[in-house]
């Protein structure tokens, strides 16, 4: 296939992976809207009346009769077409994952580089690692209900890419013509996918009331975002480095103040402070969810608003 013909490819997988990532929210929607419901810390279960029998009558008479008792069991029956709705769901997530694969590879192979040289690139591939985060933990651990709020995080991110961040498929500039972009580009992508993931946990952990929920516990909401974080705050600190580096092979310097840099050590700042806040102050719950979500805020300003608000040497993302 010629280069165009690849691209185009490239941009037809794009699309069938927002298609496919729509349906498969929608699927985890109705096995999270008729799941069964979980309770809280304040929650009490309901109850249900089961008969059973009773022995009456005096001297220990043999006849039987049949007496309510009050039994405290487990509530919400989930609907029967819920847990088919979610598993459907997960195969059609799997399929998008792929769609979203090819339109990375194609997307190289179009242009013989690395495809994440320009913004619709670099969002495109954050969607992939977002939806990779969120499938391989679901490998190990049911986080089904995170699919809803991940399928629609990577639709949106897609969509952006394709209506405001497009780029033709082409040449970038001479400073990305670089092994570096695979080492740190790609570091970057990685972790700010699992960072997405923490994020998408930590606002279901502020969303989720006291009562009975769709949803889980803040617990275990807690405990993915920061698995999610402990996993990928080495990949950050690897890419921040990385890139320092890279600027000095390319730039004659390790730092210079750039936003881009500024704001990369700003999240990175971040997210150590609430590692450390977890770690050494013992915090949990609202108060460590909110400092997460801050650091989340901060990464995605790196990430978008930088790119777009604030000139700098990074300033080559094509959307000026």
Request: charged share 15%.
């Amino acid at each position: 296939m010629s280069a165009e013909q690849l691209a185009e490819l490239s941009d037809l997988f794009v699309v069938a992976a927002v298609l496919l990532y729509v349906v498969a929210m929608v699927g985890f929607a109705i096995e999270l809207a008729f799941g069964r419901s979980r309770p809280g810390k304040a929650a009490t279960t309901k109850t249900v009346t089961a008969k059973q029998p009773v022995s009456v009558g005096a001297g220990g008479a043999e006849d039987a009769d049949i007496a309510d008792v009050t039994d405290n069991v487990a509530v919400v029956a989930p609907s029967p077409g819920a847990a088919r709705a979610g598993t459907v769901a997960l195969v059609l997530a799997w399929i998008g994952w792929a769609a979203n694969l090819g339109a990375i590879v194609t997307r190289g192979l179009s242009v013989d580089r690395w495809p994440w040289g320009n913004m619709y690139e670099f969002v495109v591939a954050i969607c992939f690692a977002a939806v990779t985060a969120f499938l391989a933990t679901q490998l190990r651990h049911n986080v089904r209900f995170l699919g809803p709020f991940v399928m629609v995080t990577a639709a949106l991110g897609l969509g952006l890419a394709v209506k405001v961040f497009y780029t033709v498929a082409g040449p970038v500039v001479p400073a990305l013509n670089s092994y570096w972009i695979a080492i740190h580009v790609s570091a970057a992508i990685i972790s700010s996918g699992l960072f997405t993931l923490a994020g998408v946990a930590g606002v279901l952990y502020l969303v989720r009331g006291d009562g009975m929920s769709r949803l889980p516990s803040r617990e275990d909401l807690e405990r993915v975002a920061h698995r999610a974080i402990v996993f990928s705050f080495p990949l950050w600190t690897f890419a921040v480095i990385a890139g320092a580096l890279w600027a000095d092979r390319a730039w004659g310097r390790y730092w210079g103040w750039d936003p881009k840099e500024v704001w990369s050590f700003i999240t990175w700042v971040a997210y150590a402070a609430y590692l450390h806040a977890k770690a050494t102050a013992g915090w949990r719950g609202r108060a460590s969810t909110i400092v997460q979500l801050v650091a989340f805020g901060c990464l995605l300003f790196n990430l978008i608003g930088v790119n777009i608000f604030i000139d700098g040497l990074h300033s080559y993302a094509d959307v000026k």
